[in-house]
């Protein structure tokens, strides 16, 4: 259990539940091939029966660590930092990024957007997931859409959601790793048909890294 101080610094996002933090080279999305220090904040409730993160969701099995250190830590590495998760946004982003910011970073959030948008960035991968539908604000401000592609009736959902953003966010769908065998063929034959969609692998897991 942690104290009601350690509590408040944490719902103030001056400490944050952090799961892991290590440099690696971005495997998903607009930037992949691109070296990032990666700062994963523990704390999900989405729940994505998928999700190959799950040890992320409970935020309580995550040491609440002050942003003065995850920055010393990051900046050792990278001036290219990704905060994802778990959910980063069920926590205020704010401190964190002005914190980096200072350090001169680039700041990448990977987020389903569930929560309302705290923080500055350099840029928003918004991966919207149907059990709890991202916050309007967040579409307008999306860099790129990237949609998880598990079943047929997900090309539905990634169509609805790409309504919804700007006109210069770029659109992504990504195969389920578990189900990429049956889904990449028709990922890239509804690709090939609508070509304003891209392909997106999670090549990370294809080059055996984090």
Known sequence: MIT???QE???RGIMLPLM????????????????AYF??????DVGCHWCDVKES????????THVGEIVENAVKYSKTIVVT?????TWDMNTLT????????????ETSGAYPLTGTWDWICLSPKKIKLPE???YPVANELKVIIFNKHDFKFAEEQAAQVGKDCILYMQPEWSNRDKMIPLIVDYVMKNPRWKVSLQTHKYLNIP
């Open 4 to 6: 009601e101080e350690t």
């Open 9 to 11: 610094l944490v719902d």
């Open 20 to 35: 892991e933090e290590f440099y690696t080279i971005q495997g998903e999305g607009f930037h992949k091939g691109t070296a």
């Open 39 to 44: 700062i994963r904040i523990g704390g999900c």
């Open 57 to 64: 969701w409970d935020a309580g099995l995550h040491p609440p």
């Open 85 to 89: 998760g778990g959910e980063p946004l």
């Open 98 to 109: 002005d914190n980096l910011k200072k350090q001169g970073c680039q700041i990448h959030i």
């Open 136 to 138: 309007p604000e967040i």
